[in-house]
């Protein structure tokens, strides 16, 4: 027997809660966790449960019934009710464009709502808003439906997202280049709605939260994610106390060695970084989620390509399996649940090799 095996193989039953948080915090699991720390939403769900965009993003038992078929119509261990990335950009005061039940909601950039540190006030309301407070009720929902078997996952937008979404993406990058120190105030201002949201998503029961902070591998590089994200990073691990799940799309080998520094439970990776690679650098200092391909793999392609991406994570001993990020809303069923199947046959043949 591998020590990999008997890893596995000691520990006996657990629910999907227990084992996903297990996973966070690379201790053994009876299996590995299939969890979607960004949206599994899609429309064939929203059809299934009568819950649709952009509806399911503003009103509670709406978010909640659909968040909840990842768990029950799907057979993932996480079920994750903040499908969207605009939630608090909303509570800011961002024009949001909410669509229609096939697109997701987007911030109108091209009104942004800051140019200056000054301009930078939270309001009063930033969690209790309705966009915010919606994501707060569902989570109780949830917690209050699906009970304590299952993890629930939150979502709080990091400073360099919300650089985004309310200085406008374009000059929030050119003011990155042009004036390091305007930029951390701002990012220092921004951080507190980071810690605000994140912790009345405790107090409403997440059992860990999703950190989006999108210093992208095609927009900015790891010598600017050092620069300026790491050490605010490593500071939420102590000001929002749960397990965070950093997110960053795109190629980032060049800046895993510092994220894995952060103190983070975990960072979702992108399908354009190789686990084998990934789990070398991050070398059981963060745990792994995610690689499975969105756009080509889930939306286009059939179970047998995606049971095969989800092989190699587990081969590569990645710590918890998913789709790389928010998955296209018209990605089939069938793809979806290939990833469960593919981690419970994956096991089985494990066990059979003892
Ligand atoms: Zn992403």
Same mark, same amino acid.
């Given at each position: ?46 059809? $299934? ?12 038992? %709406? ?11 799907? @057979? ?36 942004? &709502? ?5 301009? &930078? ?11 915010? /407070? ?6 109780? &929902? $949830? ?14 937008? @990091?400073?360099?997202? $919300?650089?985004? /979404? ?31 949201? @994140? ?5 409403? @029961? ?6 989006? !902070? ?18 605010? /990073? ?35 990776? !992108? ?14 200092? &963060? ?24 092989? %190699? ?33 994956? /096991? ?7």
């Amino acid at each position: 027997m591998t020590d990999a095996n008997h890893e596995f193989n000691q520990v006996s039953e657990m629910t999907s809660r227990q084992r996903v948080l297990a996973a966070l915090k690379r201790e053994p699991v009876d299996r590995t966790p299939v969890c979607n720390p960004t949206s599994v939403a899609t429309v064939e769900l929203m059809d $299934l449960v009568d819950a649709h965009f952009p509806d399911a993003n503003r009103d509670p038992v %709406k978010m909640a019934r659909l968040a909840a078929t990842s768990y029950t119509e799907l @057979g993932f261990d996480s079920v994750m009710p903040v499908f969207s990335i605009i939630q608090e950009s909303s509570a800011l005061g961002c024009k949001i464009q909410w669509e229609m039940k096939d697109n997701w909601p987007t911030v109108k950039m091209s009104e942004p &709502i800051w140019a200056e540190p000054e301009d &930078i006030i939270i309001p009063p309301d930033l969690c209790t808003h309705p966009d915010t /407070h919606c994501v707060l009720e569902a989570i109780r &929902i $949830l917690r209050r439906e699906l009970g304590d078997d299952v993890c629930i996952i939150g979502k709080t937008m @990091g400073p360099w997202s $919300l650089g985004y /979404h309310c200085f406008g993406v374009e000059k929030f990058l050119l003011m990155s280049l042009d004036d390091p120190d305007k930029t951390r105030q701002c990012l220092d201002r921004m951080k507190q709605v980071t810690i605000d949201f @994140g912790r009345a998503q405790i107090d409403a @029961g997440v059992d860990a939260l999703t950190l989006p !902070d999108h210093a992208t591998g095609d927009l900015v590089s790891g010598a600017y994610y050092e620069k300026y994200l790491q050490e605010m /990073h490593t500071e939420f691990v102590e000001d929002i106390p749960i397990p965070l799940i950093l997110h960053i799309c795109g190629r980032t080998v060049d800046r895993m060695d510092y994220i894995a520094q952060t103190g983070m439970a975990a960072f979702h990776y !992108d399908s354009k970084n190789e686990p084998d690679e990934s789990m070398c650098i991050c070398n059981q200092r &963060i745990s792994l989620i995610g690689n499975i391909n969105n756009p080509e793999t889930l939306y286009s392609k059939g179970p047998e390509s995606v049971t095969a991406e989800v092989r %190699k994570n587990l081969d590569a001993r990645v710590q918890l399996v998913g789709a790389e990020c928010a998955i296209p809303l018209q990605t089939p069923i069938e793809n979806l649940k290939a990833i469960p199947q593919t981690v419970r046959d994956w /096991h089985r043949e494990q066990d059979h090799r003892n």
